[in-house]
């Protein structure tokens, strides 16, 4: 099983201000099955990024993501309002599926 | 627009079986998978498994093996997943995930079932 370790577990930014998020993989995942999802109170997690770099469909352009082998990046250039929630990384090429422990984007 | 849409939050007791439904529309139904995923109180989210609505072929989590059911029903483009001798540790929102078939990420989400297990 393949085991996604994300940091900071928290971060407290401020809207307009960069955020950077980590995920680590226990061993090397194909860049092409690797997805980031936000979550907000309530909901049911949303695909933000899916092939460690392709936006979903609807998603912003300040949302980008990066990475490849066990290192992945979800990047937000200027925090909107409605960015503050969790984000979880996945891995969708092999068996389990497996996601992080997410990391919460929290208003400073 | 795709849509699923699952059935009602359930509260069950320690031992008892929970069959939660999940009704697709707006695609094709046998043309793509459905995973089961859940989220404790607070907590991260977990891959239980997942059904191939076409042939009706299923992948289980190892931790839910013997304990987890998928099944589908073509007729109706809704898939139920049965998980018995339930836990308090079962509590949790259960989401049916659409993908296509392979490895490709979760791109539709229900919009979450609770099941509480309290005795």
Redesign the interface.
């Known amino acids: 099983e393949i085991v996604l370790t994300q940091s900071p577990g928290t971060l407290s930014l401020s809207p307009g201000q960069r955020a950077t998020l980590s995920c680590r993989a226990s061993q090397s995942v194909s860049s ?2 690797f ?1 980031w ?1 936000q979550q907000k109170p309530g909901q ?4 933000l990024i ?1 092939g460690a770099s392709s936006r ?1 469909t609807g998603i912003p352009d300040r949302f980008s993501g990066s990475g490849s082998g066990t290192d992945f990046t979800l990047t937000i250039s200027r925090l909107e309002p409605e960015d503050f929630a969790v984000y ?1 990384c ?1 891995q ?11 990391t919460k984007v929290e208003i400073k | 627009q795709v849509q699923l849409v699952q059935s009602g939050a359930e509260v069950k007791k320690p031992e008892a079986s929970v069959k939660i439904s999940c009704k697709a529309s707006g695609y094709t139904f046998t043309s793509y998978y459905l ?1 089961w995923v859940r989220q404790a109180p607070g907590q ?4 239980m498994g997942m059904i191939n609505p076409n042939s009706g072929g299923t ?1 289980y ?2 931790k839910f093996q013997g304990r987890v059911t998928m099944t589908r029903d073509t007729s109706t483009s809704t898939v139920y997943t049965e998980l018995s001798s339930l836990r308090s540790d079962d509590t949790a929102v259960y ?1 049916c995930v659409r ?1 296509e078939p392979g ?5 539709y ?4 079932t609770l099941v509480t297990v309290s005795s």
């Open positions: 092409s099955y997805a999802y049911a997690p949303r695909l899916y979903a979880y996945q969708y090429g092999s068996s389990p599926r497996t996601f992080g422990q997410g | 995973h991260g989210l977990e891959w992948n989590a190892q989401y993908a490895s490709y990420p979760f791109d989400w229900g919009q979450g």
